[in-house]
């Protein structure tokens, strides 16, 4: 019998949602002439804002055009703080390595992908995250998501803090490397997937390492698993809705023999 996730659940999202459009309206003139442009009903947008409701594939796809942002807002919260300009060759967060060899880009394709991993501080639970994967110039790169079992702030109930990792993807002859790491954090993670999973070719398993001193409390090595999703809001939303971390029974019995290839506590 699968185990009911506690969290995140669908309001957390909706709130991350809503608080990204309520930033992205602060310079819009006219709710109501925005409803219009996007053909969105003004009523039904309001509960956008306010976290009550999620819009529907359509309407997501609409609001993220206008906007000119992705269906990210539906993982991360937009960050107001203004940053520092970054350095063209190596932002921070951003690994800039020169493989000498280009990416066989059919093997790896560009878009969202979704992946499930062991916790690495809860054991007996399992971790559900999204990632999009795009290429600039020679360059593979990673940008994901995970959404943390913390309070938004001290006392709250709701679960959705967020982080974001990016990094760069390596071929090899048998699978690729993922270098990634929080911007602005020395600490990375090194993953190395092979291609397929068993008989799924849409799928990729592999080992996942955390780049720190051991501690009794947490693990540093994870199997991972990742899925590429297919084009389009419908299955983006659909795989939003699992992230965050759950019991590892709740996890796709297929998932889970892959994931269970790695012991717990390495």
């Known amino acids: 019998m699968m185990t009911k996730r506690t969290s995140p659940n669908p309001a957390d999202l909706r709130m991350i949602l809503g608080d990204n459009l309520r930033r992205l309206c602060r310079d819009t003139g006219s709710i109501s002439e925005l409803c219009r442009t996007i053909a969105v009903n003004r009523t039904q947008f309001n509960r956008y804002l306010s976290g009550a409701a999620f819009p529907r594939?359509?309407?997501?796809?609409?609001?993220?055009?206008?906007?000119?942002?992705?269906?990210?807002?539906?993982?991360?919260r937009l960050d107001d703080t203004p940053q520092p300009p970054r350095p063209e060759l190596a932002p921070p967060g951003r690994l800039v390595i020169d493989t000498h060899r280009p990416f066989d880009h059919y093997l790896l394709r560009d878009g969202m992908y979704h992946y499930w991993r062991k916790s690495f501080r809860q054991p007996g639970r399992a971790y559900c995250g999204m990632a999009r994967i795009t290429t600039e110039g020679n360059?593979?790169?990673?940008?994901?998501?995970?959404?943390?079992?913390?309070?938004?702030?001290?006392g709250f109930k709701r679960f959705a803090r967020?982080?974001?990792?990016?990094?760069?993807?390596?071929?090899?002859?048998?699978?690729?490397?993922l270098l990634s790491r929080t911007p602005h954090s020395d600490q990375m993670n090194v993953t190395f997937f092979e291609y397929g999973l068993d008989a799924l070719p849409d799928y990729y398993s592999g080992i996942?390492?955390?780049t720190r001193r051991r501690l009794s409390e947490a693990n540093r090595l994870t199997a991972i698993v990742m899925q590429?999703?297919?084009?389009?809001?419908?299955?983006w939303l659909r795989a939003a809705r699992t992230c965050g971390s759950q019991p590892a029974d709740a996890v796709p019995a297929y998932i889970r023999a892959a994931l269970d290839r790695v012991p717990d506590r390495l």
């Open 57 to 76: 594939p359509d309407v997501l796809f609409r609001i993220c055009r206008h906007f000119k942002v992705d269906a990210n807002i539906l993982l991360e």
């Open 228 to 235: 590429r999703l297919p084009d389009g809001c419908a299955a």
């Open 208 to 210: 996942s390492f955390v």
């Open 139 to 154: 360059a593979k790169l990673w940008k994901g998501y995970d959404i943390h079992d913390i309070p938004i702030r001290a």
């Open 162 to 177: 967020s982080s974001r990792y990016e990094g760069q993807l390596i071929q090899q002859f048998d699978g690729f490397v």
